[in-house]
């Protein structure tokens, strides 16, 4: 048995979401608030919300603007990258236009050869991301470039980014970490409560909600609502519905032919290891300490495949397929994601030899071509649970 989410009135789903954040972030820009447009879970929101901007995810989710973004880019690239920059250079994403600066990372080779192309665009500052996560080398170079961010956002906004403000934010974004964590770990309830694609939808959809604080309180009273469910009336009874992680790309854009086929095929997403999920939630900032050191230290240590070696992302599988009681896991790589694709050789051994668990790989872009085929894969792969 899984409950619905109730999503408030203005909040209906994740489109309905997008589509009420065009109007705040256009009345935020009219009272001369700054917009930040980013891309990846490595960019520290903190600085930015310490400028006194707002940010907004600028991911593409969706295959309409692909077209446009073909005429310049490759065909044979990632489509999380090419919705994005379609988006973009068809001038249909209001959050762009209404973007004042790009923030992005050098991550892949896709997308930051992409930001080359959106500077011509829109004023872009692209953060250089070392390829390793180690204490001494890559800890000075990644402070260097958040360094680099907060003068750039000084002279942009005409701001000084002070101590006390930075770590002011660092406490609201920690708050709001803990929140979100929370919520996510309704999945460690067995039975979950809560649909997998329900949880996904509601966490994208909060990106283009910009009112922090009433975010964290609807958040918080979802959270209650659906523990005391599952207190009156989910404990103790029994479910054959198997238990399954999703690992991999972001999948915001595939939650209907991915998410919804697993749960319509009767499993329950119960944990999403994906960069926006669990992961990136269970460790805060360290509010002790230099602030800018504490965000390095923070940003360098997200568990992504475009780090080598990428130790963290098993540390959090290995902890996160007991902690949920997985049954199976899925991972879902966006096609040309040669980092994810190439790391999940050895995901797929970690998850089969070392936590003795089915493993199924999907590679899948952002068409409805291959539903058909991702349908009987799926059927398949939950027969063996
Ligand atoms: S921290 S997952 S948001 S880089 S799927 S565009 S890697 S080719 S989205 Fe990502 Fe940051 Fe990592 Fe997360 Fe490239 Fe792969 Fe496409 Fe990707």
Request: aromatic share 8%; glycine share 6%; proline share 5%.
């Amino acid at each position: 048995m899984t409950y619905m989410l109730k999503l408030p009135e203005n909040f209906e789903s994740y489109e309905e979401a997008r589509r009420e954040g065009f109007l705040k972030v256009k009345a935020l820009k009219e009272r001369g608030t700054p917009v930040v447009g980013i891309f990846c879970t490595y960019t520290p929101i903190e600085l930015i919300h310490a400028a006194g901007a707002v940010a907004v995810s600028l991911c593409g989710t969706s295959d309409i603007p692909i077209p446009h973004a073909e005429k310049h880019l490759p065909k044979n690239l990632c489509p999380l990258i090419k919705s994005s920059y379609g988006f973009a250079v068809s001038e249909t994403c209001p959050y762009f236009y209404f973007s004042d600066l790009i923030v992005g990372e050098t991550t892949c080779d896709g997308k930051k050869k992409m930001y080359e192309l959106l500077g011509e665009l829109r004023p872009t500052h692209v953060m250089h991301l070392p390829q390793g996560q180690d204490k001494d080398h890559a800890f000075k170079y990644w402070r260097e470039e958040l360094v680099r961010l907060k003068e750039v956002l000084e002279e942009k906004f005409n701001i000084e980014i002070t101590e006390e403000i930075l770590r002011e934010e660092i406490k609201e974004r920690n708050h709001e970490r803990k929140v979100l964590l929370d919520f996510y770990e309704l999945g460690k309830l067995n039975p979950s409560p809560i649909s997998g694609r329900e949880v996904n939808e509601t966490m994208e959809a909060l990106g283009f909600q910009f009112d922090r604080r009433s975010q964290c309180n609807f958040i918080e009273e979802r959270t209650r609502e659906l523990k005391d469910k599952y207190e009156n009336e989910l404990k103790g009874t029994k479910t054959n519905r198997p238990r399954i992680l999703i690992t991999g790309c972001p999948v915001g854009g595939v939650r209907e032919k991915v998410l919804k086929t697993i749960e319509d095929s009767g499993a329950d997403i119960v944990a999403f290891e994906n960069c926006s999920g669990v992961r990136e939630k269970m460790v805060l900032v360290n509010e002790t300490i230099d602030p800018i050191d504490a965000l390095t230290e923070k940003y360098l240590n997200v568990s992504c495949s475009v780090m080598t070696p990428n130790p963290r992302r098993f540390q959090a599988l290995d902890e996160m397929i007991d902690e949920y009681e997985i049954d199976g896991v899925i991972e879902v790589v966006l096609q040309a994601c040669h980092t994810f694709s190439v790391e999940s050789y050895n995901v797929k051994r970690f998850i089969t030899e070392k936590k003795n668990k089915p493993y199924l790989y999907i590679e899948t872009d952002y068409s409805k071509l291959d539903m058909g085929q991702i349908d009987t894969r799926i059927n398949a792969f939950l027969e063996i649970l």
